[in-house]
């Protein structure tokens, strides 16, 4: 069933992620065989209908997969914006740290993710944490040489 409900999430299929979720409630949380939940799955595959089903249904918002990773994370990455604001908004933790010490805001300079290094400076995210190797959010930015990327990181609020 778990097999079937993580299709039905990657598929963004809605009405099926309901039904199954009113049929097991406790499939909200559960994980696949690479530890992420069905929230981190929905925002991974920039499905934000069914991620604010989930998280009206309880998934827990900072749950991490097999890599530490949150759904946060995984949208900077991507660089799915609208999903970031609506984790955000809906009280994900900026600052939440991987295995290897990276942050949402890392991963939003590392992937040259403007917009959503902008929301997570908005929201207070720590620009002076360093990842595993040493590097801030700021050291990502020069590394890839944006810009704007440099200039945000580079003021303080």
């Known amino acids: 069933m778990n097999d079937k409900f993580f299709n039905e999430i990657r598929l963004g299929n809605l009405k099926e992620v309901s039904s199954m979720l009113n049929e097991s409630p406790e ?3 559960v994980t696949d065989q690479r530890g992420s939940t069905p929230l981190i799955l929905a925002t991974y595959y920039d499905q934000i209908e069914t991620a ?7 998934a827990k918002i900072d749950a991490i997969d097999a890599s530490g990773n949150t759904a946060l994370m995984g949208v900077c990455f991507k660089g799915f914006s609208g999903i970031a604001q609506m984790l955000i908004d809906k009280g994900a933790n900026v600052d939440v740290r991987n295995s290897m010490g990276a942050t949402a805001l890392i991963y939003a300079a590392t992937f040259k993710r403007v917009e959503i290094a902008k929301l997570l400076k908005d929201k207070g995210a720590d620009t002076t944490v360093k990842d595993a190797r040493g590097n801030t959010a700021l050291d990502h930015a020069k590394m890839q040489g944006v810009p704007e990327l440099i200039d945000l990181l580079n003021t303080q609020d």
């Open 27 to 29: 499939l909200v949380n």
């Open 52 to 58: 604010e089903l989930l998280l009206e249904k309880g």
